[in-house]
C-alpha cells in the first residue's frame, strides 16, 4: 500500500540556518511527489512538486527537494531559514491511477530568531 | 491569481445533525476532492469527483456522506448525522487534470458536539 513517512514531527532551527525536512514514501511506480506547506489558519500551500525529470526540483520561497528513487524519499531543503517560514510542513504522493494524495503526517518548523 | 474557496470556515454543529459544507473549485478545473485532517492528524483523502460522478472513495466516506456539484460553481461535502468523530478540518481542492497539482482552500473547521 501506499505511504508517506515524515519522521520528524517538529523541528526547531535558528534563524538564516540551513534546513532538511525528511520525507520517505512507499509506493509500487514512479511517484508523483508534492510538498505543501500550511500556515496557521490557512489552507495548504504547494512548495514543489515532482513529476520526471531532473530529480532535483526547485520551488518558491526558496526551497528545493531532492528525489531519490535509491532511498525512496523526497527531502526538502532551504539553505537558510527566515522567520516567516514557520509552519507545517506535509509531504505527499500522488496515486497515478486515481489523482488522490496520499500525505504524510506533517513536520512542524520553529524557527528561532 | 484565482483560488479555491470555502464557506463556512468555522462550524459548530450538534452530534445528529446534518452538516454541508461549501466550496469553489477554481473555474476551469474539472477534478474535485476532499480530504479531512482531525486535530494532531494527518491530512486524508475522503472522496474525489469526476464528471458528475465520484471517482473514488475512502473508507471514511461511507453512506452518511455524500457530495453534490449542484451548480456550475459549487462542490458541497454533506455530512447527513455528525458524529463526534467527524470534528475535523476539512479541506476541498480541484485541478484541471487528474495527475496536475492540487489547489486546496482554506478549509472548514467543523465541531461536532
Known amino acids: 500500500a501506499q505511504s508517506v513517512t515524515q519522521p520528524d514531527i517538529h523541528i526547531t532551527v535558528s534563524e538564516g540556518a540551513s534546513l532538511e525536512l525528511r520525507c520517505n514514501y512507499s509506493?509500487?511506480?514512479?511517484?508523483?511527489l508534492f510538498w505543501y506547506v500550511q500556515s496557521p489558519g490557512q489552507g495548504l500551500q504547494l512548495l514543489l512538486k515532482y513529476f520526471s525529470g531532473d530529480t532535483l526540483v526547485q520551488g518558491i520561497k526558496g526551497f528545493e527537494a531532492e528525489f531519490k528513487r535509491s532511498q525512496s524519499s523526497f527531502n526538502l531543503r532551504k539553505p537558510s531559514v527566515h522567520w516567516s517560514d514557520a509552519a507545517e510542513y506535509f509531504c505527499?504522493?500522488?496515486?497515478?491511477?486515481?489523482?488522490?494524495?496520499?500525505f504524510g503526517s506533517g513536520t512542524r518548523l520553529l524557527v528561532r530568531p | 491569481e484565482p483560488e479555491v474557496t470555502q464557506t463556512p470556515s468555522h462550524q459548530v454543529t450538534q452530534m445528529g445533525q446534518e452538516v454541508i459544507l461549501r466550496c469553489v473549485p477554481i473555474s476551469n478545473h474539472l477534478y474535485f476532492y476532499w480530504y479531512r485532517q482531525i486535530l494532531g492528524q494527518k491530512v486524508e483523502f475522503l472522496v474525489s469527483f469526476y464528471n458528475n460522478e465520484i471517482s473514488e472513495k475512502s473508507e471514511i466516506f461511507d453512506d452518511q456522506f455524500s457530495v453534490e456539484r449542484p451548480d456550475g460553481s459549487n462542490f458541497t461535502l454533506k455530512i447527513r448525522s455528525t458524529k463526534l468523530e467527524d470534528s475535523a478540518m476539512y479541506f476541498c481542492?480541484?485541478?484541471?487534470?487528474?495527475?496536475?497539482?492540487?489547489?486546496f482552500g482554506p478549509g472548514t473547521r467543523l465541531l461536532v458536539l
Open positions: 509506493y509500487g511506480a514512479t511517484p508523483y
Open positions: 481542492a480541484s485541478n484541471r487534470a487528474g495527475v496536475e497539482t492540487q489547489y
Open positions: 505527499a504522493v500522488g496515486v497515478r491511477s486515481s489523482y488522490k494524495l496520499i
